[in-house]
């Protein structure tokens, strides 16, 4: 049985300052995959059914790498691996670290606002999504009496730190394969009203999974997955 633990980290070289570095809640993912797939299961889903797997927001393309990584030692583990982002440099950025990983044209990149450019051909297609999603909520200030708001598409996740989050939810089921059971893995954190967000996901019908915690700083980050209800 071949140890996940041992495969290596995906070679970030290309770091753009615009683009989100890969940090702690990027690691509760990477390493919550490396516990969790091995040759015959992607968290007790046969790892031969997956057929798609997207990476929102793929910033440095890190997540998406780090499941090229996969493929490429586990024979049965086919998807096609997509990432997409909002951002140009994010893509950009991912796809130099592509090349860097030695995996050039391997990974789908599209450029987009959640799933606006994603083609018709996509719908109902992923099996598995990943999305560590500006989970934040929005900073507002004074300026000269005018209420601005500073965004940053990073960690920005709307008023109350999950509307971003909650708009991806609310088109997301036309992209995954409702034929068979899916998984979509995301992060939220403590600075939010979690039972807020957790009524919204369970009236949209997803079952909500704490899978890992940790405090940094002054906040929780939690790696959540969703299934249907
Ligand atoms: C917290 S970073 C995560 C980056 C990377 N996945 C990681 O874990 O290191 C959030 C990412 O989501 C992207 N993003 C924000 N809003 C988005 C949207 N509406 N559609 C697609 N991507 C978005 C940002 O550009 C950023 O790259």
């Given at each position: 049985?071949?140890?996940?633990?041992?495969?290596?980290?995906?070679?970030i070289s290309?770091?753009?300052?615009?683009?989100?570095p890969?940090s702690?809640?990027?690691?509760?993912?990477i390493?919550y995959?490396k516990?969790?797939?091995?040759?015959?299961?992607?968290d007790?889903?046969?790892i031969?059914?997956i057929?798609?797997?997207?990476?929102?927001?793929t910033g440095?393309?890190?997540i998406?790498?780090?499941l090229q990584?996969?493929k490429?030692n586990?024979?049965?583990?086919?998807?096609?691996?997509?990432?997409?982002?909002?951002?140009?440099?994010?893509?950009?950025?991912?796809t130099?670290?592509e090349r860097?990983?030695?995996?050039?044209?391997?990974?789908?990149?599209?450029k987009?606002d959640l799933?606006?450019k994603?083609?018709?051909?996509l719908?109902?297609?992923?099996?598995?999504?990943?999305f560590n999603?500006?989970?934040?909520p929005?900073?507002?200030y004074k300026e000269?009496?005018?209420?601005?708001?500073?965004?940053?598409?990073n960690?920005?996740g709307?008023k109350?730190?999950?509307?971003?989050?909650?708009?991806f939810?609310?088109?997301?089921?036309?992209f995954?394969?409702?034929?068979?059971?899916y998984y979509?893995y995301?992060?939220s954190s403590?600075?939010?009203?979690?039972?807020?967000l957790?009524?919204?996901?369970e009236?949209?019908?997803?079952?909500n999974?704490?899978?890992?915690?940790?405090?940094?700083?002054?906040?929780?980050i939690i790696?959540?997955?969703?299934e249907?209800?």
């Open positions: 049985m071949k140890n996940i633990n041992l495969f290596p980290d995906p070679i290309y770091t753009f300052k615009e683009v989100y890969p702690d809640d990027t690691y509760l993912i390493d995959f516990k969790i797939v091995n040759e015959n299961f992607f007790g889903l046969p031969n059914t057929r798609k797997i997207l990476d929102m927001g440095t393309g890190i998406a790498l780090f990584e996969i490429k586990l024979s049965k583990f086919t998807s096609k691996i997509y990432a997409s982002d909002i951002s140009d440099a994010a893509i950009r950025c991912a130099l670290n860097t990983n030695n995996y050039k044209d391997s990974i789908t990149f599209i987009s799933f606006r994603f083609p018709p051909s719908q109902h297609s992923f099996d598995i999504i990943v999603p500006p989970y934040l929005s900073i507002t000269k009496d005018i209420i601005r708001r500073r965004t940053d598409s960690w920005d709307g109350h730190g999950f509307e971003v989050f909650l708009k939810i609310r088109q997301v089921k036309d995954l394969n409702l034929s068979q059971n979509i995301y992060i403590s600075l939010t009203n979690l039972s807020q957790n009524d919204e996901l009236i949209l019908g997803f079952r999974s704490i899978l890992n915690k940790k405090h940094v700083f002054f906040e929780d790696l959540n997955r969703l249907e209800l």
